[in-house]
C-alpha cells in the first residue's frame, strides 16, 4: 500500500503528513534500519521538497520535544534523497561576484572537492610514499573546521535572527560528528588504513551539497544585503579553507548592521564617565577578552583584544548564547546560567590548553545591588605566562 503513497494527494494537510512520515523515519532509524532500507519510503514521500520544507519540519519536530541528536540522524537521508530531489536544485543561489559569501562558500566547497578527489586517487596504493601524502591530505582536511565555524558563528546567527533555529543546530551536531571522524581517520593512516578516510569523505560531499542546496537558499531569502556585508567583513576572522582570501566585500554607506550598537556623548557611571571611543579602548586593552550575555541570555557585547583566545563576530550579538556553542556542549552552558539565575552559584572557572596558552575562562554572575540577575559575564585570558611569573617586581624596579 505504502508504494502508492503520494504525498501531494493526500486528503490531510500535506505539511502534517509529512511531519509524522519524518517522525516514522526517524524511529526506523534509531531501531537499527540503514539509510538503504528507509530512503525508498522517504523518496515516495518527498520525491520534490524545498528547502524551507526540511527547515520547517525539522523545526516542528524539536518544537515537539524531539532531541536534536534525533533529528541528526535524518541528515545521511537527506543528503541521499535530495541530489536531484530538492525544488531549488536547478535554481540555486549564484553570484559571480567574488568577495561575496556564497562565492566564498562554492569555492572553498569546490576546493574540498577537488582535495577530495585526490584523496581517493591515492586511496589503495599501500607504498609507504603513498600512505605519507594521504596522510597530509588528510591533515589538509582537517583545517575545514576554518570553514564550519564561519558557518556556525556567521551563517547560523542570521537564521536564527529570523526564526530558522533547527537546521543550525541539527548541521552543527553533523558537523562535529565529522570534525572526529576526520581525527580518527587521521589516527588509522598511521597504522596503513584508509577506510575511515573514505567514508569521512562521503560525509564531508554530503555537508558540501547541504550547505549548496538547503542552507544557501533559506539565507539568500532571508538575509538583506547589509548583513551579506557584515559576514564577508568578518569571515578572516576564522581564516579560509582551501582558497586564498577573496577580494573585499564592496563597501557602501549604510545603516549599522542589526545587533551593532552606535553611542554619542559619554557614559555617566557612579565613579566616571567615559565617551564611546575611551571606553571601547579600555575593553580592547585589557589583557582579557569579555563577553557580556544578558538576563534574556543574549549576547549583548564583546571586547576586541588584538589577541583572542576565540573568535568573536557582530553576527552573535542578539543570539541566543546556547546557541553559540556545539550541541554536545550546550548542555554545560546553560546548566551554568541556570546555577547563576537560581542564585545557586556566582561564578564557574575552566581552563584548557591551545599549543603553547593556557587559556583561563571564567563566567561570573551578573547582579544589581537588589541582587536581581542581571546576565553573565565572561573573561577569557591566556595565563601561561603569569605562571612563570616569580619574586617580585616593584613599580620603580627597572624592566
Not at 589538509?140 to 533547527?166: C, Q, R, W
Not at 542589526?258 to 571606553?279: H, K
Request: with cysteine; net charge negative.
Amino acid at each position: 500500500m505504502s508504494a502508492h503513497i503520494n504525498n501531494r494527494e493526500q486528503p490531510q494537510d500535506p505539511q502534517s503528513f509529512r511531519k509524522e512520515k519524518l517522525k516514522e523515519i526517524i524511529a526506523r532509524l534509531h531501531e537499527g534500519h540503514t539509510v538503504e532500507q528507509v530512503k525508498g519510503e522517504f523518496e515516495k514521500v518527498f520525491g520534490e521538497v524545498s528547502a524551507e520544507e526540511i527547515s520547517q519540519a525539522e523545526q516542528a519536530l524539536i518544537n515537539e520535544g524531539m532531541q536534536v541528536e534525533e533529528v541528526q540522524k535524518l541528515c545521511d537521508v537527506h543528503a541521499e534523497v535530495f541530489k536531484g530531489s530538492i525544488t531549488q536544485i536547478h535554481q540555486q543561489p549564484t553570484t559571480t561576484r567574488p568577495g561575496h559569501p556564497i562565492h566564498t562558500l562554492k569555492a572553498t566547497n569546490n576546493a574540498l572537492r577537488a582535495l577530495i578527489a585526490q584523496i581517493r586517487g591515492l586511496i589503495g596504493k599501500a607504498d609507504g610514499a603513498s600512505i605519507e601524502a594521504l596522510r597530509q591530505k588528510a591533515l589538509k582536511l582537517a583545517e575545514i573546521d576554518s570553514h564550519y565555524k564561519i558557518k556556525e558563528n556567521l551563517l547560523f546567527p542570521y537564521m536564527e535572527k529570523y526564526g530558522v533555529t533547527a537546521p543550525p543546530k541539527v548541521m552543527w551536531g553533523v558537523d562535529d560528528e565529522i570534525r572526529a571522524e576526520i581525527k580518527d581517520a587521521i589516527a588509522d593512516i598511521a597504522h596503513g588504513k584508509a577506510e575511515k578516510l573514505e567514508a569521512v569523505t562521503i560525509r564531508l560531499e554530503d555537508m558540501a551539497f547541504k550547505e549548496e542546496h538547503i542552507l544557501l537558499p533559506i539565507l539568500v531569502e532571508k538575509l538583506h544585503e547589509d548583513e551579506w556585508q557584515q559576514i564577508a567583513q568578518d569571515a578572516p576572522e576564522f581564516g579560509f579553507f582551501l582558497i586564498d582570501p577573496p577580494p573585499a566585500f564592496p563597501l557602501h554607506d549604510r545603516t549599522p548592521a542589526r545587533g551593532e550598537a552606535q553611542a554619542e556623548g559619554r557614559f555617566t557611571l557612579p565613579t566616571g564617565s567615559f565617551n564611546a571611543e575611551e571606553l571601547t579602548a579600555i575593553f580592547n586593552t585589557l589583557p582579557l577578552d569579555i563577553t557580556f550575555v544578558d538576563a534574556d541570555d543574549r549576547v549583548r557585547f564583546f571586547s576586541q583584544t588584538a589577541d583572542r583566545a576565540f573568535p568573536r563576530t557582530v553576527s552573535v550579538l542578539g543570539r541566543n548564547v546556547s546557541n553559540c556553542h556545539p550541541p554536545a556542549s550546550v548542555h554545560i552552558v546553560e546548566s551554568i546560567v541556570n546555577d547563576f539565575k537560581s542564585g545557586k552559584k556566582d561564578h564557574e572557572d575552566f581552563w584548557i590548553g591551545m599549543g603553547e596558552r593556557l587559556i583561563h575562562i571564567r563566567y561570573f554572575a551578573l547582579r544589581s545591588p537588589e541582587g536581581k540577575y542581571l546576565g553573565v559575564v565572561e573573561t577569557t585570558q591566556d595565563i601561561a605566562p603569569l605562571k612563570g611569573i616569580t619574586g617580585e617586581k616593584r613599580l620603580l624596579s627597572e624592566s
